[in-house]
């Protein structure tokens, strides 16, 4: 399977590369590290639309958003008068990396300054669930799932204590998806747990 990934080269979509081209993907990987925009919608939705799976994780402004649609649209082969599908549509998928702060909203810090870039990611993120919500109404075809982490410790000269292991995050979320082929799995919120449940 093709696989794109925004952000392939640091955090959770470094992960999600590394651990599904051992799984004998081929990554497409889309990062600024290579030269790669986002923002510029068009040609990185280009680089997008031969892929499967398209990881929608990287995030600039509402420029995730705006890719998002973009991949929809070429992926959906709806048509611009909006009559419906010019063929039928690939079966195609897409994962939509949010944050569980889009839950509720973020509290103060401090000094106030890092509340308000706070509060715009979780803007930011906001719209991207809305935008996901509204076109799986749309059409059952590409798939969407929004997949919310919560603390990911995915730097590591951070304080890391109370955030999930990364690469045991990324692997519960390809587990979840991988192992319940009947199931849609639309949303997905994946945090740290401090002690385990036996069931």
Same mark, same amino acid.
């Given at each position: %399977?093709?696989?794109?990934?925004?952000?392939?080269?640091?955090?959770?979509?470094?992960?999600?590369?590394? @651990?599904?081209?051992?799984? &004998?993907?081929?990554?497409?990987?889309?990062?600024?590290? &290579?030269?790669?925009?986002?923002?510029?919608? /068009? +040609?990185?939705?280009?680089? *997008?639309? #031969?892929? &499967?799976?398209?990881?929608?994780?990287?995030?600039? !402004?509402?420029? @995730?958003?705006?890719? =998002?649609?973009?991949?929809?649209?070429?992926?959906? !082969?709806?048509? /611009?008068?909006?009559?419906?599908?010019?063929?039928? /549509?690939?079966?195609?998928?897409?994962?939509?990396?949010?944050? %569980? %702060?889009? $839950?509720? #909203?973020? !509290?103060?810090?401090? &000094?106030? @300054?890092?509340?308000?870039? %706070?509060?715009?990611?979780?803007?930011?993120?906001?719209?991207?669930?809305?935008?996901?919500?509204? =076109?799986? +109404?749309?059409? !059952?075809?590409?798939? *969407?799932?929004?997949?919310?982490?919560?603390?990911?410790?995915? @730097? $590591?000269?951070?304080?890391?204590?109370?955030?999930?292991?990364?690469?045991?995050?990324?692997?519960?979320?390809?587990?979840?998806?991988?192992?319940?082929?009947?199931?849609?799995?639309? $949303?997905?919120?994946?945090?740290?747990?401090?002690?385990?449940?036996?069931?």
């Amino acid at each position: %399977m093709k696989i794109a990934i925004t952000g392939h080269t640091h955090g959770i979509g470094k992960e999600f590369a590394e @651990q599904l081209s051992k799984r &004998d993907h081929e990554i497409i990987g889309i990062s600024r590290k &290579d030269g790669e925009n986002i923002r510029r919608v /068009p +040609h990185t939705a280009s680089l *997008i639309e #031969p892929a &499967d799976l398209f990881i929608n994780n990287a995030q600039s !402004n509402y420029a @995730q958003t705006e890719l =998002l649609y973009e991949v929809w649209r070429r992926w959906s !082969n709806w048509l /611009p008068d909006g009559k419906g599908y010019s063929e039928i /549509p690939p079966n195609k998928w897409i994962w939509n990396i949010s944050t %569980m %702060m889009t $839950e509720s #909203p973020t !509290n103060c810090t401090p &000094d106030g @300054q890092d509340d308000i870039k %706070m509060s715009q990611y979780r803007n930011q993120k906001l719209a991207l669930e809305e935008a996901s919500k509204q =076109l799986q +109404h749309k059409s !059952n075809w590409p798939k *969407i799932s929004i997949i919310r982490p919560g603390g990911v410790a995915t @730097q $590591e000269t951070q304080d890391n204590s109370g955030k999930a292991n990364v690469t045991v995050w990324v692997k519960s979320v390809i587990d979840t998806f991988t192992h319940n082929e009947n199931i849609h799995v639309s $949303e997905l919120s994946i945090g740290h747990t401090v002690q385990r449940i036996p069931l």
